[in-house]
């Protein structure tokens, strides 16, 4: 099903890759060239098609997966989908419906959703330009005891639903948390870890898979049940050059490493966490936009300076490692900051 008409990446580059589908030969584009084309992470990239949204080809002489036009169709729609606040669970399903009608009917509740918010807006700007004449005609008088207690205004009040109300109220208690409203202060403790790292294309899965194997072969939740994985990138991907990625996971301090993997000790610090599901990596932004302008804290660079001590927290691996799962599309994730305290004046 087509569910747009966009306008499809061209395909170009110095040596073209080329790959065989269905008995033809379609110019391709590797993953780094797709995320940067497309301004998406490689991580979400590899999560869309684990959880079967994007689809990808192999080619015999090339180690990694490549994309066609179709598959950046498909991510461009993708993108589209997410910004319009579409679930990743729903654009699945419109994917995969081959009737209009089906596809259409999947997409009414978010219609109805935002009908709704939009008459709560809507009642909220009447009552703020009421506010805003009652003032303006008290003159240089301070405001009346019975300001916003007019019968027009108390009618209006009604029309705010409560999930409204608690909303408004959820913002007044986070108001220093500005758009990141599950924003968490946190420290880390320190700790010994065994480090997995890769550089080259597609360092995430290269440096995770080896790791997952160790922690399986090993069973570390069994002897470390409170065992925690960070990740972040190590070198920092720059104008779309390859880089790198590194995992950590904490270990017993007396536990023998094997190569090609490491044992370091991680110093721990303060952090500023924000939850998000795999994929949603874009929210670092918030992240960014609320130590800009918070009033108690203050960036704090520092050790593994690959992201500027930036790690992102694979939650709940215990019962991932338990579970026995292949993938990790399920599983959600920290973003850790590092910060610190602003010193008084």
Known sequence: MDLFSLKVLTLTRRRPLKCRKGGETVKTMTVSEVSKACGVSTRTLRYYEEIGLLPSLRREDYAYRVYDEASVRRLQQILVLRKLRIPLKQIASLFH??????????????????DLELTE??????????LMKQLESAADSPPSPELLCDGKSSNLMQVL??????KETSAMNQTTFSAVQDLRILYLPPCTVIASHFFGENPEEHALQPLLALLRETALQK???DLRMYGFNNPFPANGETYGYEYWVTIPEDLDVPEPFRKKHFPGGL??????RMGDFQEWRLLG???????????DLRNPFGMGGCLEEHLNLYSF??????????IQLDLLLPIREKKAD
Do not use: F
């Not at 419906?97 to 935002?114: H, I, Y």
């Not at 807006?121 to 009421?130: A, E, G, P, T």
């Not at 936009?289 to 960036?299: F, L, Q």
């Open 223 to 225: 002897r470390k049940p």
């Open 321 to 330: 490692l338990e579970s026995g799962a292949e993938r990790m599309d399920s």
């Open 289 to 299: 936009d609320w130590i800009k302008t918070s009033t108690e804290y203050t960036a």
């Open 121 to 130: 807006l809507h009642s909220v700007r009447d009552i703020l330009h009421s």
């Open 161 to 166: 639903t409560h999930s409204v109300l608690l």
């Open 271 to 276: 952090y500023a966490a924000h939850c998000i």
């Open 97 to 114: 419906c081959a009737e209009p009608q089906k596809a259409a009917a999947l997409l009414e509740s978010n219609l109805r959703t935002l």
